[in-house]
C-alpha cells in the first residue's frame, strides 16, 4: 500500500551541515506534498508544503525541491541545528483529499553538536 | 488556539482486553482523523469524519476497531478485542473541513498490548 517511498531512514550531520531528505512517490494524481516534522513524544507537525506548478520552495532554512518528471522531492536543512534532530514525514495527498494521504515512513535525523 | 487534545497520553492492556481512546479536536474544526503509527512508519489513516459523519473508513479493522463521533465534536476510537500487533501510537487530527487544509495532529496516545 505504501506509494511514497523515503530515505535513507536515519541521517547524521554535523551542525551548520545541509540535511538532505527524499521521497519518491507513484501516484500521479498526487499534488500537493508536505513534510512534517514530529519531536519524541509529540504529533507531526506541518513544516513545508509545496504544490507541483513549482520545483522548489523555501521557508528559511527549509527548501523543497521538486521534479515532477522523475516523482520525485526532497527537503533540504541548511544550517542544520541539534533543535532540528527529529524525524521528518514527507507526504503526499490529491489537492483536495486529505483522507487520501499517503505518509513515507520517516526519516530520523541527528544533528550533532 | 488550543491544539488537539488526546487522552490518555499511554495504555497498556494485556491482548484480548478492549481499551478506548478520546479525542477533542481544534474548536472549529469539522474535519477529524485517527492515525495509526506503528513504531518506524509513518501514519496511517483509520478514520476520517466530517462533522459526525464518516467519510472514510476504508483502513479501519472494523472487526476490532470502532470509532464515533456522535456530536461532531469529539471523538473516541475503541479497539475491542485488542492484539498484539496493535501496538502502536495513535494520533488524532483535524482540520476546518475544506480538504486542502493542514492537519493539526495531537500528542497521540501510546498503547502497548502485552
Known amino acids: 500500500q505504501q506509494q511514497v517511498k523515503q530515505s535513507p531512514q536515519s541521517l547524521i550531520v554535523q551542525k551548520g551541515g545541509i540535511s538532505i531528505i527524499n521521497c519518491a512517490y507513484e501516484?500521479?494524481?498526487?499534488?500537493?506534498f508536505p513534510w512534517y516534522q514530529q519531536f519524541p513524544g509529540k504529533g507531526p507537525a506541518l513544516l513545508i508544503a509545496?504544490?507541483?506548478?513549482?520545483s522548489e520552495k523555501k521557508e528559511g532554512r527549509f527548501t523543497i525541491s521538486f521534479n515532477k518528471s522523475a516523482k520525485q522531492f526532497s527537503l533540504h536543512i541548511m544550517d542544520s541545528q541539534p533543535g532540528d534532530s527529529a524525524t521528518y514525514f514527507c507526504?503526499?495527498?490529491?489537492?483536495?483529499?486529505?483522507?487520501?494521504?499517503?505518509f513515507g515512513a520517516g526519516t530520523r535525523l541527528t544533528v550533532k553538536p | 488556539e488550543a491544539g488537539v487534545a488526546q487522552s490518555p497520553r499511554y495504555k497498556i492492556i494485556e491482548k484480548r482486553q478492549s481499551v478506548a481512546f478520546w479525542c477533542n479536536p481544534i474548536?472549529?474544526?469539522?474535519?477529524l482523523y485517527w492515525y495509526q503509527q506503528i513504531l518506524g512508519q509513518g501514519p496511517k489513516l483509520l478514520i476520517q469524519?466530517?462533522?459526525?459523519?464518516?467519510?472514510?473508513d476504508s483502513q479501519l479493522p472494523k472487526d476490532r476497531f470502532s470509532a464515533e463521533r456522535l456530536k461532531g465534536v469529539d471523538s473516541t476510537l475503541k479497539i475491542q478485542p485488542a492484539k498484539l500487533e496493535d501496538s502502536a501510537v495513535y494520533l488524532c487530527?483535524?482540520?476546518?473541513?475544506?480538504?486542502?487544509?493542514?492537519?493539526?495532529f495531537g500528542n497521540g496516545t501510546r498503547l502497548t498490548v502485552t
Open positions: 487530527a483535524s482540520s476546518p473541513g475544506d480538504g486542502n487544509s493542514p492537519l493539526h
Open positions: 501516484n500521479t494524481a498526487f499534488d500537493y
Open positions: 509545496i504544490r507541483p506548478d513549482v
Open positions: 507526504a503526499a495527498r490529491g489537492l483536495y483529499n486529505n483522507n487520501d494521504m499517503r
Open positions: 474548536s472549529g474544526h469539522a474535519t
Open positions: 469524519f466530517q462533522n459526525n459523519g464518516v467519510v472514510d
